[in-house]
């Protein structure tokens, strides 16, 4: 796996190998950022349920200020230290292992807002409703904004939670990628 644009383009990362953790492919990875309606550039992100850190780790080569990558696994976040350190990005970047709706939750009365919220949960959990819908609930998702969940095509999702409204959704073979923001 590798990043694709930004300051660490062509920099190799780890990703599991014969684990739970699902990476985001390269090409999807590459489209989510092609799509993504905004510049990060100084922007702060949140990984939710964060696997290798790959969409955190592309943000931040391509200019985000700082990210917040959470995973539950503590597998997950060892592997995410290591590419931290490995492509310099330690000092911009947190780690949580933590339940993504436990920090959610902590983050929802903490005043805390980001211009970008990733979530790649397991697939055909319900877990991008039930987190989506947190998200809305919390606040902390910056007018402006855009959460990106990607899910199985398999997977109902629904097309708006609270204020948060999908404006797009494409396929890549099994894999969705759903994207959210303000209803304005």
């Known amino acids: 796996m590798r990043i694709i644009g930004g300051t660490a383009r062509g920099r190799r990362i780890k990703a599991p190998k014969g684990s739970t953790i699902r990476p985001t492919a390269d090409r999807v990875r590459e489209a989510l950022f092609n799509i993504l309606p905004r510049d990060l550039s100084g922007k702060q992100v949140l990984d939710l349920f964060a696997g290798s850190g790959s969409l955190s780790l592309e943000a931040l080569s391509r200019g985000a200020a700082a990210a917040l990558l959470v995973d ?3 597998e ?4 995410i230290h290591g590419n931290l350190e490995t492509l310099g990005f330690t000092d911009r970047a947190r780690v949580w292992t933590v ?3 436990k920090a959610v939750n902590r983050l929802a009365g903490g005043g805390h807002a980001y211009d970008a919220i990733f979530l790649d949960p397991p697939y055909d959990g319900g ?3 039930r987190t989506m819908a947190l998200v809305a609930e919390a606040g902390i998702l910056h007018a402006g904004g855009a959460a990106v969940a990607e899910h199985s095509v398999r997977e109902r999702v629904e097309e708006k939670y609270g204020e948060l409204v999908r404006r797009d959704r494409r396929r890549y073979g099994d894999t969705v990628l759903s994207f959210f923001e303000f209803d304005n």
Request: hydrophobic share 45%; glycine share 16%; charged share 10%.
């Open 127 to 129: 877990w991008v409703n």
């Open 76 to 79: 997950a976040a060892g592997l």
């Open 72 to 74: 539950e696994s503590t």
């Open 99 to 101: 339940p993504a709706g």
